[in-house]
């Protein structure tokens, strides 16, 4: 695999950041748990799952006879719920803050781990007394609130299957994501506050219900958030608040199978149609909870957690909902965007809370480093210890400045790498043992086994580059794609036989620790989040403007990748379009409403013609080199070889502008 120059400079990173003698002497990872993990890794993710309370426990570690699928734990039972929750106040914790609550318009509210609990205990019996079952599905489509967390927490007790959209998304998309899993209830809030403003989100879920789609749903739980006015469907919609009101506030909760579906969580992968990621029970909170405690260090008790993802992420799953509260953890969660009312806020929150653990993506370091320094000048940052990244790679300027304006110079960096299929961290330093080093996320965690192989299955060696590959079944993996068994192996075991393939690419340097490449197939990483641009390309092509579109991610200073698209315009359409900067408008504002804003192309190209070799397949390599500004690559593969000169001859002409 051809590794690009700048990667080749990284390599050669000479800066260490070794952990200091007080840090070493307090902490929670000690370098025995290798050791431990090399020598009997089975035993060794016993010993994490005995960490959590069995209903009944486990006799049997891993079956993995019916490879690729695993069963963790199988004759085990065991509450989620019970174990982020019940079990912490029966231990004499119930006064202990589980979450502090920070709303955009500064309004602010405490949970002790009891209060959560009776929350819960109450969301608990309103979904029993709606008809929810263990099994069935329940959509969550919320605003980053203290009721997102609760509504998990309370799916999971009961032994249902929660489905969470990111309230980003649109109507259309939360319909396919409801229809796919044929939830029975769907659990939302009048709206939530973002950049300074009530946000709607019902207006969502009522058209997302409308024209006889998603029939399955029953009921729609509705949070009053902003207090705006909402339409209201008597006999199917109903106030969280006045259910919860009308409830017994006990519930006991029962034990599941560990192997008991816990969550489907979509995300984009290569074609048009998201993946339905499904996660069970045990093996995943063994390995949320593990993850949690070694890689942040997590101190129960002493150190206040922010992990600032949304919950309609992975990230949010694992490191908000549940990895945290299975530690008894106190963390933080906050609703709005980090430049309300200004780029303060964030370190406004830190200060306010003392925040000591902060879990936050490389996208937002880099806006905030845009600002410059100044953006922490008037906040007490001290409390800081540890410092998370996730969701795409950290360059080391990015990461300097983390370590440097954020963490004081002292707080060590945890560069976590992976994926909302392998449910919990794969690659990360562990603070008080690794000497860190700016942008690599270094090594496979105690109890992970990954290689980096070339084309034909082989290791590569120190100094090489290849794919990034899972070599041994982890507790926390992904069992399936919800309805897809084939698609499930074929997207992530067909590649390398008895390897799962993660669709990165890595390079191992001197030293054998990783550096992450980027995506190698046709999934794009915008902030931090997955978009496809295969269902980019479709939402283009579903406007009646559109014949053909080709999307493609190029590089951006802010977001790591961005958007880009080109297309081909309809010829019987010519008399209604207008300019390519008013067509550009229609079509971003399209996918918009298809997708949600967060696919909106950041440019748009109005071409003539697509490069495409001879069997029809587009050559998004020459079309990355016109979204990157640079000369375009080989083109003799092409069917028509003058495709590039009329591409980058249009655009030049300015007929984009
Ligand atoms: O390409 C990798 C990138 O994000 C992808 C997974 O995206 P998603 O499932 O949305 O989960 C994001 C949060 C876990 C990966 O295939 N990625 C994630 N973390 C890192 C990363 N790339 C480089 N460094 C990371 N630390």
């Known amino acids: 695999m051809s590794v690009a120059p700048e990667i080749e400079n990284l390599l050669h990173e000479t ?37 959590l309370h069995w209903h009944k426990p486990f006799t049997q570690v891993l079956d993995w006879s019916n490879t690729p699928f695993a069963k963790w734990f199988h004759d085990g039972e065991i509450n989620v719920s019970y174990n982020c929750l019940d079990r912490h106040v029966e231990a004499g914790w119930g006064k202990r803050v589980a979450l502090f609550f920070e709303g955009e318009p500064g309004d602010s509210k405490v949970y002790t781990y009891l209060d959560l609990l009776i929350e819960v205990k109450k969301a608990a ?72 403003k009530a946000s709607p989100l019902k207006p969502a879920v009522d058209e997302a219900l409308s024209g006889g789609k998603c029939q399955t749903v029953e009921n729609v ?4 958030r902003t207090g705006n006015d909402v339409d209201w469907t008597s006999g199917r919609d109903m106030w969280w608040h006045e259910e919860l009101g009308a409830v017994e506030t006990e519930h006991v909760a029962q034990g599941f199978n560990a192997e008991h579906p816990l ?15 499904l996660h069970t029970t045990g093996g995943y909170l063994t390995q949320a909870g593990y993850t949690h405690r070694n890689v942040f260090d997590l101190h129960p008790g002493q150190d206040i957690y922010w992990c600032t993802a949304d919950v309609g992420w992975i990230t949010g799953h694992s490191y908000v909902a549940y990895g945290p509260l299975a530690n008894g953890a106190t963390q933080v969660i906050y609703e709005g965007t980090p430049d309300s009312p200004d780029w303060g806020r964030w370190w406004d929150i830190v200060q306010k809370y003392h925040v000591s653990i902060l879990y936050t993506a490389p996208t937002a370091i880099r806006s905030f480093m845009k600002i410059g320094r100044s953006v922490t ?52 330093p562990l603070p008080g043992i690794t000497a860190t080093k700016p942008g690599s996320a270094q090594v496979a965690l105690p109890g992970i086994e990954m290689a980096v192989i070339d084309d034909d299955g082989n290791k590569v060696g120190a100094g090489h580059g290849g794919y990034l590959t899972i070599t041994e079944p982890w507790p926390s993996m992904l069992r399936g794609i919800w309805g897809d068994p084939e698609r499930y192996k074929e997207t992530y075991w067909s590649r390398f036989e008895g390897k799962y393939f993660a669709g990165d690419g890595a390079k191992l340097d001197e030293d054998g620790d990783l550096w992450l490449l980027g995506r190698v197939d046709d999934v794009m990483n915008v902030s931090g989040h997955r978009l496809s641009t295969a269902e980019i390309e479709s939402a283009l092509v579903s406007h009646p403007f559109v014949a053909e579109a080709a999307v493609v991610g190029a590089k951006d200073e802010t977001t790591g990748q961005a958007v880009v698209a080109f297309v081909i315009l309809r010829r019987s359409h010519m008399d209604e379009i207008g300019s390519d900067a008013d067509t550009s408008k229609i079509l971003r504002d399209h996918v918009a409403k298809e997708i949600g804003p967060i696919a909106k192309p950041r440019t748009i190209f109005v071409v003539s013609e697509l490069p495409k070799t001879r069997s029809g397949k587009i050559m998004r390599r020459l079309l990355r080199d016109v979204a990157e500004d640079r000369p375009i690559g080989d083109v003799t593969t092409l069917a028509d070889t003058s495709v590039m000169d009329t591409i980058t001859g249009r655009i030049n002409a300015g007929a984009n502008d």
């Open 377 to 428: 000048t008037h906040y007490d940052l001290s409390s800081i210890r540890v410092l998370g990244s996730v969701g795409e790679p950290i360059n080391p300027e990015a990461w300097m400045w983390y370590r440097d304006v954020i963490g004081g110079n002292k707080a060590p960096i945890v560069d976590t790498w992976w994926q909302t299929e392998t449910g919990a961290i794969m690659i990360s």
């Open 15 to 51: 800066r260490r950041f070794a952990p200091s003698s007080e840090f070493v002497a307090d902490a929670i990872a000690k370098p025995e748990l290798y050791e431990k993990a090399k020598t009997d890794r089975l035993q060794f993710w016993a010993e994490q799952a005995n960490e």
């Open 221 to 224: 739980l509705v949070v009053k």
């Open 263 to 277: 969550f489907i969580l979509y995300t984009s992968g290569t074609t048009g149609k998201p993946k339905g990621i």
């Open 125 to 196: 019996n309103v979904l029993l007394k709606l008809g929810v079952q263990p099994g069935d599905r329940v959509a969550i489509y919320m605003p980053m609130i203290p009721e997102a967390i609760i509504a998990m927490q309370a799916v999971a007790r009961v032994g249902a299957v929660h489905s969470v959209v990111f309230g980003g998304f649109s109507a259309d998309s939360l319909a396919a994501r409801i229809e796919d899993a044929e939830a029975k209830l769907v659990i939302t809030a009048d709206g939530g506050f973002r950049k300074g």
